[in-house]
């Protein structure tokens, strides 16, 4: 019975009560189509399988299906079998119509992600069908808490051609995204006995939430003209820059800069955290190798394929330091991350398609940034647009005490954009000025024109 049982073509959950078999079925049943549960054209199973399922008699279960079917809740036709009749469930109230979501706007240029409708979905697909084909078995098990092998081995030789990390496939350590690698080392920080972490005095809340959550405080670095002021965290146990492309003010951090925070992790054996995040879109200028060259002992690489690929993956990792990794591991390390998407992108990777899907998205957003230049050079030549020779986004300097009102303007034009001051570190007490930050890769194709024209009408 039990051989016969794993066969059946149909699962059907019942649970006939009542005071007879045949009564008890025909109640669950047809409590189960008028509550939506069986819903109209779903297929029942035969009653030679269903008796078979429940442990009961075939003429109880056919007798129940006749019940029914005389009832108008279930039809049989012969050769289609029995199924749940069309007009056997009442039709349920129309759905209230959702109230609008704030800032679900038709337009936006909000940063930090790419153009979604661009994702190559055909290539993928091909990868991960020709992954899954070529993956040994073991693949599917529980793993290496560092990731897959043949996704760290294909990172390992493409950060080392592209950006210059001394890249080890042994020291690269796959996570969820920049925000879990961050994670991951600010509980390790923290668990190290670690206090403070020096951050940029212009990024992202979120990334500072999560080093809060893990016992760190946050200290922002101070700024100039040129920049961070990188050089000197004091007394920080580490270090957090994005040194190739600052976030969000644009620019990139300045060699001699670079040099001395790298001497300072020597000195008095601090960590930098690199957050390369976009560091594959360059456009006037010769790529900014990775910090991580200057000192791989000193410096954990973050990357991530949210702004080549799609946030959405949830892929990134790090290349740390060989002292650092059991800490690393012990915390959790890549055991996050599907092995589905992690050979994928591997295959990604190794293909080439990975770069030509780089190549594509960086003339992609030139051709966007060009445009947006253009057209404030036309329409808003008083706009001063800043930190553009690299990333997704660009910086426009506003008149002084302009920043609020030109975003409440742009809401009323049904764009999104956010406030430089929307950035700023809650210590930083000498503001950039007033700016907003657009993200030029963020809309589609098709809404690309509308956008600009809503930005437009929204500048002073």
Known sequence: MAERWATFGIDLHLDPSGPGLRRGLTDALREAVRGGRLAPGTRLPSSRSLAADLGIARNTVADAYADLIAEGWLTARQGSGTRVAARAVPERPAAPTPHRTPGRLPYSLMPGTPDLASFPRAEWLKATRRALAAAPHDAFGYGDPRGRPELREALAGYLSR???????????????????????L????????GRTLAVEPYGLDAHWDLVHRAGLETAPLARDALGTRA?????????????????PLGGALLPERRAAVVEWARRTGGLILEDDYDGEFRYDRQPVGALQDLDPGRVVHLGTASKSLAPGLRLGWMVVPPW??????????????????????????TSGAYDRQVRAARLRYRRRRDALVRALADGAPHVRVTGIAAGLHAVLELPPGTEQSVQRSATWQGLAVKGLDSFRHPGVTDPAGDALVVGYATPPDHAWAGTLDALLRSLP
């Open 186 to 193: 600010s509980q390790v920080l923290r668990a190290r006995g």
């Open 324 to 349: 650092l990794l059991p800490d690393v591991v012990d915390h959790g390390g890549g055991r996050t991350v599907s092995v589905v998407e992690q050979l994928a992108l591997a295959e990604f990777l």
């Open 231 to 247: 050089q000197d965290p004091g007394d920080a146990d580490a270090v957090l820059l994005s040194p190739a492309h600052q976030f």
């Open 162 to 184: 592209v950006r210059g990390v001394r890249a080890d496939p042994g020291h690269v350590v796959v996570c969820s995204g920049f925000a879990h690698g961050l994670q991951l």
